[in-house]
């Protein structure tokens, strides 16, 4: 069985800056891509960012050039570091993982963290 156990979010005010971490566990042959989604009430889940195996990274436009995406394989771990955060990125953010356990590769979700850009 796999679980990612995501954290770091919270309260900020805007132009603030918040690190969320997503950490996989469990019978873990290997990982392909890595990500972070978001969703607010009432509307679609959305690609934040996403971090292949060899660490080439994609972002949304809304998000490029405030948040970074990063990857340590030797803990199984991803990272978004989110900087000049706007009120427009209150949502629950959910990490994803692409992670083989046997024979196939599977999409595995985290529980989600909620993150509050607010004054």
């Known amino acids: 069985q796999v679980q990612l156990v995501e954290s770091g979010g919270g309260l900020v005010q805007p132009g603030g800056s918040l690190r969320l971490s997503c950490a996989a566990s469990g019978s873990i042959f290997s990982i392909n891509g890595m990500g972070w989604y978001r969703q607010v009430p009432g509307k679609q889940r959305e690609l934040v960012a996403d971090i292949s195996s060899s660490s080439s990274a994609n972002y949304a436009d809304s998000v490029k050039g405030r948040f970074t995406i990063s990857r340590d394989n030797a803990k199984n771990t991803i990272y978004l570091q989110m900087n000049s955060l706007k009120p427009e990125d209150t949502a629950v953010y959910y990490c994803?993982?692409?992670?083989?356990?046997?024979?196939?590769?599977?999409?595995?979700w985290g529980q989600g963290t909620q993150v509050t850009v607010s004054s």
């Open positions: 994803y993982g692409v992670i083989r356990t046997n024979s196939d590769y599977v999409h595995y």
